[in-house]
């Protein structure tokens, strides 16, 4: 069955057709078509519809091409597409477009499929612009859509353009782009779907205010924009050689829906050289900033903050300070001394002074009350003479902390305990020390003579690896990874530790060796090929290891 129906319409006329049916039968598909034909039957557009649940009602715009007669045409391809409908037609209400001045608002509407309203405006050559966009919600009935607002010099040439998928979470939009030459320009919106017809909108410009950038004196706040696409604002300051200062940045997005964004922090020197910086790529995570960098030389300084996504707008806070460095000095036994890790690689000296064979106790921990729901951080605590003596690594704060570390010194004089930062963790500590009133020994610890060399419990036994002298005195260094005892003789560089053994009927001998035992002294990991020492071939047991002297 085709029916034709016939109307006039001028060239440039957009038009509306509404078709709705209701079927004989309660089948729900079935397979008809509406056509728009010339007055000499040439197609000009059609909707072919096979589900008449989802497809129908239909309500389809169309541009006529040239003044005359067409013909709406209703035909039916199926015995399933038969029953009543009605259609009409309409001159489709094109709302939006027109000369859109600086700083005022236009109101349109999505009328159609691939409706395109053009807003008109002029600017000048190096002009830099504002588009913001915004849709009211409350218009639509589905939360995806396809619009894109272009921005379009006067012959539509392509200058830049914004996307809207999720009137959600795309929606307010705003981009920016620089005028290229004085003239006519364009902000088209289109839409690409048939989906929330009707549903309305609001576009407006502006010449992009800069907001940001200056002088900033140590301990103000500088308050600034980012107000477009790679927006850059300088803060400008004088600094001494050696100063540490601390930076601080703060962001409010202009659309509160994000939570990703892409703005960078770069600490130039006068000439624009890199001295550091710092990524910003989760506002909730990764805001509020404070970031420290130690300043080389003296002079003036530049805080740029750069902005490098669409979604990077939005009005921030920026400060700079000298950092506070707390903690250090000299710190008696039985005290406790208080101090901060204030920025990342701050290094706090705590001086004492101790007698040589002493065994002292460390202590350390953190302030849990501070940043309660970080567990990982990069701390040293380590002993120092004229240079690093031993050391402590703290890196999860749940196991690692509280501290208690125990270390003999080798020679009487002053020490320092140094406690480092490795990473951007800011947290207030308090560390102490004390001599221990016992010293451990191997006689006491183990039960053994020192002079006992029988099979069934062997003692000591010497490296085949010999060194001038193994003669001084052996410190009491810790326990090892198996909470064995390890002794240390500082003179010669040697140690006496417990080695475990197939050959004994302990299975375990003392080794006397010139050097520290490898992999933290897991006697478990050597093999007979590894071992570092060996009984003297055809020897047997050595004899005594009288050149010892003493062992602590």
Not at 93 to 121: E, H, K, M, R, S
Request: net charge negative; proline share 3%.
């Amino acid at each position: 069955d085709i029916d034709d129906w016939t109307f006039y319409a001028n060239s440039g006329d957009r038009v509306t057709i509404d078709f709705d049916f209701s079927p004989n039968t309660a089948n729900t598909y079935a397979s008809m078509e509406v056509q728009l034909l010339d007055e000499y039957d040439n197609w000009v557009e059609g909707r072919y519809i096979q589900d008449i649940t989802y497809e129908l009602p239909l309500n389809w715009q169309v541009e006529i091409p040239d003044s005359g007669n067409y013909k709406i045409r209703v035909v039916s391809y199926s015995e399933d597409a038969t029953g009543e409908y009605k259609v009409s037609w309409s001159l489709a209400q094109d709302t939006g477009g027109g000369n859109l001045a600086a700083g005022t608002v236009g109101y349109g509407a999505l009328d159609y499929y691939n409706d395109q309203d053009d807003w008109t405006f002029y600017a000048n050559s190096g002009d830099r612009v504002t588009v913001d966009f915004s849709l009211s919600q409350n218009t639509f009935t589905n939360q995806y859509t396809s619009i894109e607002v272009q921005l379009l010099d006067e012959y539509d040439g392509w200058i830049n353009a914004a996307y809207i998928y999720d009137i959600y979470q795309d929606s307010p939009k705003s981009f920016q782009a620089e005028i290229p030459y004085s003239g006519n320009y364009t902000i088209r919106v289109v839409t690409y779907s048939d989906d929330n017809i009707g549903a309305e909108y609001k576009v407006s410009w502006s010449l992009v205010q800069d907001t940001g950038g200056g002088n900033l004196a140590a301990g103000t706040v500088g308050y600034g924009a980012l107000d477009y696409y790679n927006d850059i604002d300088d803060w400008t300051f004088y600094a001494d050689s050696g100063d540490k200062v601390t930076v601080n940045f703060i962001f409010s997005p202009k659309n509160s829906n994000i939570t990703y964004t892409y703005i960078e922090l770069q600490l130039l020197d006068q000439n624009g050289g890199w001295i550091d910086y710092d990524y910003i790529q989760d506002i909730y995570s990764e805001l509020p900033l404070n970031w420290q960098s130690e300043i080389p030389y003296s002079g003036n300084y530049t805080i740029r903050i750069v902005s490098y996504s669409e979604d990077a707008t939005g009005e921030y806070e920026v400060s700079w300070s000298l950092a506070q460095d707390t903690g250090g000095g000299n710190l008696a036994a039985g005290t406790t001394g208080y101090g901060s890790l204030d920025y990342y690689y701050d290094e706090d000296d705590w001086e004492i002074y101790g007698n040589a064979g002493d065994t002292i106790t460390i202590d350390f921990n953190l302030d849990n009350s501070i940043y309660s729901d970080i567990y990982y951080a990069g701390i040293e605590i380590q002993l120092h003479d004229d240079g690093m003596i031993d050391y402590r690594y703290i890196q999860d704060l749940r196991y690692d902390l509280p501290l208690n570390w125990q270390f003999q010194l080798p020679n009487s004089g002053d020490y320092t305990i140094r406690v480092v930062s490795y990473s951007d963790y800011i947290n207030s500590y308090k560390v102490s020390w004390y001599v221990s009133s016992t010293n451990s020994s191997a006689s006491g610890n183990q039960g053994n003579s020192t002079n006992s060399f029988t099979y069934e419990q062997p003692n000591l036994y010497m490296s085949h690896n010999t060194v001038s002298s193994y003669t001084g005195t052996y410190y009491f260094d810790g326990n090892d990874s198996n909470n064995n005892p390890v002794w240390v003789n500082f003179d010669c560089g040697c140690y006496i530790y417990k080695f475990s053994v197939a050959f004994t009927s302990s299975g375990w001998v003392w080794v006397l060796q010139p050097g520290p035992p490898t992999t933290e002294w897991n006697a478990a990991s050597y093999t007979t090929a590894e071992w570092p020492w060996e009984i003297p071939l055809g020897e047997g047991w050595s004899s005594d290891i009288d050149y010892v002297s003493t062992i602590n």
